[in-house]
């Protein structure tokens, strides 16, 4: 049986880490608003840039992009960019999405290496461990994400699919959904998968004139539709691992609660029990004299 001591030491330690886990989750609610937002923002956006290129179908030739060539099954490699978190304290939200990329390996890797991009050190401290050839990686990417780090990430992805030396990339990551629930993607980025026409609302639709041409404007979009597709896996994750860690947070507060109630009332028996066999102790004396 503890001691008074042990259990107001652990009583102690109980309370210490309640007052850290509710900061934590008042700072991870906070810091979900903003991200939240920029997801908010950035889906529209994603969505027309897509519209406008489903437009542009019906105008152009799609099989002279190098960015939509697809090429024969088995020719290299393909690049998995795993988008994990730099930090721990937010339940499943890493082990959910190294798990789907240890499938995506064994699935794709029977026949062929599979080549990795790493964000967060998460996943860069996994598969360094696991002796994985990783092309690049990317720590403290989230501290201060902006639209720039994704256009760097989508450019060398793109460099690698253009010369070759990858045949196909795609994202791993964790999708914002809501407060409660986020889902894991594992989604084709390059290739650009085949568009198709985008049926005219009813009524007609507008024809629009396209200047320089709609050659041209499909060419510039397809590069910049892959940035955005970048910008907006990131940004989904961050508003993700801030969602699972205000979630993780709020159920270690609530557990610390119920501990401390537990602990306290354990106490109160110890110490009355104590209390107990001290006056059974004087009766017995004063009965003996």
Same mark, same amino acid.
């Given at each position: 049986m503890p001691s008074l001591i042990d259990l107001r030491r652990r009583i102690?330690? @109980?309370?210490?880490? +309640? *007052?850290?886990?509710? =900061?934590?989750?008042?700072?991870?609610?906070?810091?979900?608003?903003?991200a939240q937002d920029r997801?908010?923002?950035?889906?529209?956006?994603?969505?027309?840039?897509?519209? %406008? !290129?489903?437009? !542009?179908?019906?105008? @152009?030739?799609?099989?002279?992009h190098p960015l939509l060539r697809v090429p024969p099954a088995g020719e290299g490699r393909p690049l998995l $960019?795993? $988008?994990? =978190?730099?930090?721990?304290?937010?339940?499943? /939200?890493n082990?959910? @999405?190294?798990?789907?990329?240890? +499938? /995506?390996?064994?699935?794709?890797?029977?026949?062929?290496? @599979?080549?990795?991009?790493?964000?967060?050190?998460?996943?860069?401290?996994?598969f360094r461990r696991r002796g /994985?050839?990783?092309? /690049?990686?990317? %720590?403290?990417?989230f501290q201060r994400l902006q639209f720039g780090d994704a256009v760097d990430l989508a450019d060398g992805a793109m460099e690698e699919f253009t010369s070759g030396r990858v045949s196909s990339v795609y994202l791993v990551y964790n999708e914002f959904k809501s407060v409660m629930s986020q889902r894991i993607?594992? #989604?084709?980025?390059?290739?650009?998968?085949?568009? #198709?026409d985008v049926q005219e609302p009813q009524g007609g639709g507008v024809d629009y004139l396209y200047e320089p041409g709609p050659q041209e404007i499909f060419a510039d979009l397809l590069p910049r539709h892959v940035q955005v597709q970048v910008y907006r896996a990131l940004i989904e994750s961050n508003a993700a691992?801030?969602?699972?860690?205000?979630?993780?947070?709020? =159920?270690?507060?609530? &557990?610390?609660?119920?501990?401390? #109630?537990?602990?306290? !009332?354990?106490? &109160?028996?110890?110490? *009355? =029990?104590?209390?107990?066999r001290e006056i059974i102790e004087v009766v017995s004396g004063a009965s003996a004299t």
């Amino acid at each position: 049986m503890p001691s008074l001591i042990d259990l107001r030491r652990r009583i102690r330690a @109980v309370k210490s880490t +309640q *007052q850290i886990t509710k =900061a934590m989750k008042m700072i991870a609610a906070s810091r979900l608003k903003r991200a939240q937002d920029r997801v908010v923002a950035a889906r529209p956006f994603a969505q027309r840039m897509l519209r %406008v !290129l489903n437009g !542009l179908v019906s105008r @152009v030739d799609q099989g002279v992009h190098p960015l939509l060539r697809v090429p024969p099954a088995g020719e290299g490699r393909p690049l998995l $960019i795993v $988008i994990s =978190a730099d930090r721990g304290l937010c339940g499943s /939200f890493n082990s959910n @999405v190294l798990k789907a990329a240890g +499938q /995506f390996i064994v699935t794709e890797g029977r026949d062929r290496e @599979v080549a990795l991009g790493l964000i967060g050190r998460k996943s860069r401290d996994f598969f360094r461990r696991r002796g /994985f050839e990783v092309l /690049f990686e990317r %720590v403290g990417l989230f501290q201060r994400l902006q639209f720039g780090d994704a256009v760097d990430l989508a450019d060398g992805a793109m460099e690698e699919f253009t010369s070759g030396r990858v045949s196909s990339v795609y994202l791993v990551y964790n999708e914002f959904k809501s407060v409660m629930s986020q889902r894991i993607v594992v #989604e084709q980025l390059l290739p650009i998968p085949r568009l #198709e026409d985008v049926q005219e609302p009813q009524g007609g639709g507008v024809d629009y004139l396209y200047e320089p041409g709609p050659q041209e404007i499909f060419a510039d979009l397809l590069p910049r539709h892959v940035q955005v597709q970048v910008y907006r896996a990131l940004i989904e994750s961050n508003a993700a691992f801030y969602a699972a860690q205000m979630t993780a947070m709020d =159920a270690a507060t609530r &557990n610390s609660a119920e501990m401390l #109630e537990s602990l306290t !009332l354990y106490m &109160n028996k110890v110490r *009355q =029990a104590a209390i107990t066999r001290e006056i059974i102790e004087v009766v017995s004396g004063a009965s003996a004299t």
